[in-house]
């Protein structure tokens, strides 16, 4: 069973748009922070955005201005809208959440690829 499971990811042409969602299980219980990783072909992954379950948000520099980071709790789920992609933005998302005992899940992964 999927702890994290997400969607949205695919093909944009630069300068469009994509949302991607992750949802949490039931299994996962008090979850307090939510977020979003990318790793790009031969990198490190990377932090795009974090929400606090306060909704406080903290965005990597690369992506402040363009990108959206929510969360619906009564979902329990949190959205990453991505507007004005770039060919840099080609990476695999991951979504990430940390529960309030500490214990951290992360998502199977999700495309996202623009074309120039």
């Known amino acids: 069973q999927l702890q994290l499971a997400e969607s949205g990811g695919g093909l944009v042409q630069a300068g469009g748009s994509l949302r991607l969602s992750c949802a949490a299980s039931?299994?996962?219980?008090?979850?307090?922070?939510m977020g979003w990783y990318r790793q790009a072909p031969g990198k490190q992954r990377e932090l795009v955005a974090t929400i606090s379950s306060g909704g406080s948000t903290n965005y990597a520099d690369s992506v402040k201005g363009r990108f959206t980071i929510s969360r619906d709790n009564a979902k329990r789920t949190t959205y990453l809208q991505m507007n004005s992609l770039k060919p840099e933005d080609t990476a695999v998302y991951y979504c990430?959440?940390?529960?309030?005992?500490?214990?951290?899940?992360w998502g199977q992964g999700t495309q996202v690829t623009v074309s120039s």
């Open positions: 990430r959440m940390w529960a309030l005992n500490l214990n951290n899940y």
């Open positions: 039931e299994s996962i219980f008090s979850i307090n922070v």
